[in-house]
C-alpha cells in the first residue's frame, strides 16, 4: 500500500516502524527536520517537512496515489483539515486521524464524508485507559486483549513456581479443570525467546505465558498457572493528564483512588472532574510523600505522567517501598524493554497499545482486529473466514489440515458472532453478544464467516497468513 502518515511523533514512529517492515510505501510529514531524520536514518521510506494541513505539502507528499492516510499529529485541527483535504482534493479512500477532543470525537456528523470526512477516529487515551482498566479486571496479568466483540481472551501471565501446571507438560491442564471448560496455552516467551507450546511442552518458573479461552472460562484456566489473587481495591495514579483522569474517572466507582499531580492548576482542575478521589499536589518521585499516603498498602501505582524518566523513577520507588503491583507508562521501547520485568512489573507504550486498531486498516482481507504482542514483537489477528471449499485455501478444511505456516497458527475461532455487535476501541462488545467460541485443535473446521485468531510469533509471517486467508477473486 502507499500510506502517507502525517506526524513523527510517538505514534507516528511506531506506526512507519511497523508498516514499513512489511513492504509498504512509505511518506512521514512532519515539521520537525530532527525527527524526520532520525526515521529516515532507522526506516525504509519518504520523508517531508512542512505543516500537515497545507496541500501544497500534500500533494508533494504524493498524497494524489496515496491508498491511505494516517492523520497522528499531536494537533486535532491539522488532522481533521489533512483528512478532509484528502478525500475533497486528493480523493484518497481511506483516512484516519488522531483525536482528543470529546467534541470532535462524539460527534458523528463532523466525522462523516459530508464534513471532516474521517473513516475512523483513533484517541489514543481512550484506547490505554481501556487497556489500563482491564489489567485491573485481571491482577495478575501482564497484557489483556479480547477478540469476537469480548467473546474470547487472551491473557499474558507470568509463570510462578506453585502454579498447578508450573514444571508439568501442558496436555496435564486438561485434568485440572471442568469438562465444559476448555482453554489453551496459545504462546510461551522463554528468556525473551518465543516456543510454539505443544502437549509435551513443559511450563517453567518465570515463562510468560498467553492463555486463550472463551470470557466465562479465562479465569478457571489461569489459576492453573498462577492461583488466586487478590482483587485490586486500592490504587495510587501518578500525573493527573489526560491519561492519569480518565483513569481515575473509569476507577473511581469501583475501587479507592489516589492522584498525584505537580503542577497545581493541573491538580485543581482534577479534583473538580472527579467526586470520590482524593487529588494531591505534589511529586509523585517524592518518598516522604508516598510514605504518608501510606504507599505500602496500596494494591497497584500507576505511573502515567507524560515524562518517561519519572514514571520509571516513581514506579521503581513505589515497588520498593512494599506497593503490590506497580505499572508505568513509557513511550521509549528501549526503556520499556529494559525495565519489564525487573523494579517495574508492566511497562505500557502508549504507541504500541494504539497500533493495533490502525493496523486492522492496513491488513489485507477480512481482518476484524489486529493487537500487537510484546510491544510488537508478534501479533495476534482475528481474520474473518469466507467463500467455501472451492475458492478458499481454509473454509471446509480441518485445522490440522492447513498449510503449515512456520511461526503462525491458528489458536481459537469464535462462530456465529453476532454482526450487529457494538464494538467499543479494545474490541470489547458493549453489551453481551452471541457467538460459540472454539478452541482450535486439529479436528475442528473452519466455517465461512468463522472469526479465526492467528497468532504470529514472527511479524514477518503476517503476509503469507493473509495469502491463507484469502479467498479466489470469482467468490465476490
Do not use: W
Not at 202 to 231: N, Y
Not at 385 to 406: C, F, M, W
Not at 424 to 438: E, P, S
Amino acid at each position: 500500500m502507499r500510506i502517507v502518515i502525517l506526524g513523527a511523533g510517538q505514534v507516528g514512529a511506531s506506526v512507519a516502524e511497523s508498516l514499513s517492515s512489511e513492504n509498504n510505501d512509505i511518506t512521514v510529514v512532519d515539521n520537525n527536520h530532527d525527527r524526520l531524520a532520525n526515521l529516515q536514518d532507522r526506516l525504509d521510506l519518504r520523508t517531508v517537512i512542512g505543516n500537515a494541513a497545507y496541500p501544497s505539502v500534500l500533494a508533494s507528499a504524493g498524497l494524489e496515489d496515496a491508498d491511505l492516510l494516517i492523520a497522528v499529529t499531536q494537533s486535532d485541527q491539522t488532522n481533521l483539515v489533512a483528512c478532509k483535504v484528502a478525500q475533497s482534493v486528493f480523493n484518497v479512500p481511506a483516512r484516519i486521524a488522531r483525536l482528543r477532543a470529546h467534541d470532535f470525537l462524539d460527534s458523528e456528523t463532523l466525522l462523516s464524508p459530508a464534513n471532516f470526512a474521517v473513516d475512523y477516529a483513533l484517541c489514543p487515551e481512550q484506547v490505554i485507559t481501556e487497556y489500563i482498566t482491564r489489567l485491573i479486571d485481571f491482577p495478575e496479568a501482564l497484557q489483556v486483549l479480547s477478540f469476537g466483540a469480548g467473546r474470547l481472551v487472551l491473557v499474558a501471565v507470568r509463570a510462578f513456581a506453585g502454579g498447578l501446571l508450573v514444571g508439568s507438560p501442558i496436555r496435564e491442564m486438561r485434568n485440572h479443570l471442568s469438562p465444559e471448560v476448555d482453554g489453551r496455552i496459545a504462546a510461551i516467551y522463554r528468556r525473551d525467546r518465543a516456543i510454539t507450546p505443544t502437549g509435551d511442552t513443559v511450563i517453567e518458573d518465570g515463562d510468560e505465558v498467553f492463555v486463550l479461552a472463551a470470557e466465562e472460562h479465562i479465569r478457571p484456566v489461569m489459576r492453573e498457572l498462577r492461583g488466586s489473587v487478590e482483587p485490586v481495591r486500592r490504587v495510587m495514579i501518578a500525573g493527573g493528564g489526560n491519561i492519569g483522569l480518565r483513569v481515575a474517572q473509569s476507577l473511581e466507582n469501583k475501587c479507592e483512588v489516589k492522584v498525584i499531580e505537580i503542577d497545581r492548576r493541573r491538580s485543581e482542575l482534577v479534583a473538580t472532574s472527579l467526586q470520590s478521589v482524593l487529588v494531591l499536589h505534589g511529586d509523585a518521585t517524592d518518598e516522604d510523600l508516598l510514605q504518608q499516603e501510606a504507599i505500602d498498602e496500596m494494591d497497584l501505582f500507576l505511573a502515567l505522567t507524560n515524562d518517561d524518566e519519572d514514571n520509571i523513577m516513581a514506579a521503581s520507588l513505589a515497588k520498593r517501598m512494599a506497593c503490590k503491583r506497580v505499572v508505568a507508562l513509557i513511550n521509549r521501547r528501549a526503556y520499556a524493554e529494559l525495565v519489564q520485568g525487573g523494579p517495574i512489573d508492566i511497562a505500557i507504550s502508549p504507541a504500541q497499545v494504539s497500533i493495533g486498531r490502525l493496523l486492522t486498516y492496513v491488513r489485507h482481507g477480512d481482518v476484524a482486529q489486529v493487537h500487537s504482542l510484546r510491544r510488537g514483537a508478534a501479533e495476534a489477528l482475528e481474520v474473518v473466514a469466507h467463500g467455501d471449499r472451492k475458492n478458499s485455501k481454509v473454509v471446509g478444511r480441518r485445522v490440522g489440515e492447513l498449510p503449515t505456516i512456520p511461526g503462525a497458527f491458528i489458536a481459537a475461532i469464535v462462530r456465529d458472532l453476532d454482526k450487529s455487535r457494538d464494538v467499543g476501541f479494545l474490541g470489547l462488545a458493549k453489551k453481551k453478544v452471541a457467538g460459540r467460541v472454539l478452541i482450535a485443535h486439529t479436528d475442528v473446521v473452519i466455517e465461512t464467516d468463522d472469526h479465526v485468531i492467528v497468532f504470529c510469533l514472527d511479524k514477518k509471517v503476517v503476509k503469507q497468513v493473509e495469502k491463507l486467508f484469502a479467498v479466489g477473486f470469482h467468490f465476490f
